[in-house]
């Protein structure tokens, strides 16, 4: 009976954390942010398993979304691989760097200082009404690709090292310094979030800190609500995007600050 029961808690667990999932993809391939859902419930469900292993976890279940997410953006959506791909490659060696960091520099500070970084972006965003609503490039040539790059550098040393709104920090940087509206800044961000996950989770994987099969259910959940979410994303528009952008930003304010303050 006791083994039973085990049994039938450990299959809801698992449900619900594909459920997580699924809804960590609709939000992640829209926003970002979907680590907002996905990695508390990988904490909450598995509280005896090593942090490390979580976090990784969480990168080999995400990944697989934010791949379908941009493939499905490229499809539609018009991306300047001339700025975009050298981002990508510096958001994936910042981002690699980062994790190996993490496993020696616990991020107290960082944790800390996060909500009111965010807080600030949810003000600027609230109170510019037509902040993203038009794509009106600032840059080009070089000086764009540079400046995507150190983009691509800290936002990726960023997610390596802790992560949580990534791909909404990603998104808001590529409106205000770049000059695009939502849905470019969504399409560049899925590409560069890839990179940064593909370097976190190499190097989760070769310490041993993934569970490959919880891994792969959640994965298989993830790309569903991914795909539904991009397909919204494109069909509704920019409007759409910076509703729920501001929705993320909001949801990451509350969790930050109870995870450096209060909990």
């Known amino acids: 009976m006791t083994s039973h029961y085990k049994s039938n808690a450990l299959n809801m667990d698992i449900f619900l954390l594909a459920l ?12 970002g942010g979907g680590g907002l859902i996905q990695v508390p419930a990988l904490f909450s469900f598995m509280p005896g398993t090593a942090p490390a292993t979580l976090l990784g976890t969480n990168k080999m279940a995400g990944i697989w979304g934010t791949t ?46 996060l909500p009111f970084i965010l807080v600030a972006v949810a003000i600027y965003t609230f109170k510019k009404k037509e902040f993203g609503a038009d794509n009106k490039p600032v ?7 540079y400046m995507a790059m150190l983009v691509g550098a800290g936002i990726g040393f ?13 998104m808001f940087l590529f409106v205000r310094i770049f000059g695009y509206d939502f849905l470019r800044a969504s399409a560049a961000a899925k590409v ?5 996950n593909t370097a976190a989770l190499i190097w989760f994987g070769y310490s041993g800190h993934v569970l490959w099969m919880l891994g792969l259910t ?9 795909i539904l979410g991009s397909h919204l994303a494109i069909k509704h528009g920019t409007s759409f995007v910076r509703k729920m952008f501001l929705g993320v930003v909001v949801a990451l304010i509350c969790k930050t600050t109870y995870d450096g303050f209060l909990k």
């Open 192 to 196: 560069l979030n890839v990179a940064c």
């Open 68 to 113: 379908v997410a941009a493939t499905r953006y490229m499809k539609t959506v018009s991306v300047r691989w001339s700025m975009v791909a050298p981002a990508a490659f510096m958001a994936f060696a910042f981002s690699f760097a980062g994790a190996f960091l993490v496993t020696h520099i616990p991020p107290t500070y960082l944790r800390k200082a």
């Open 158 to 170: 960023y997610d390596g090292f802790f992560g949580p709104g990534t791909g909404s920090f990603f």
């Open 139 to 145: 840059f080009s040539g070089s000086k764009e690709t």
């Open 20 to 31: 997580a999932a699924f809804f960590a993809g609709f939000v992640d391939s829209i926003v």
């Open 218 to 226: 959640m994965a298989v959940c993830g790309v569903g609500g991914s």
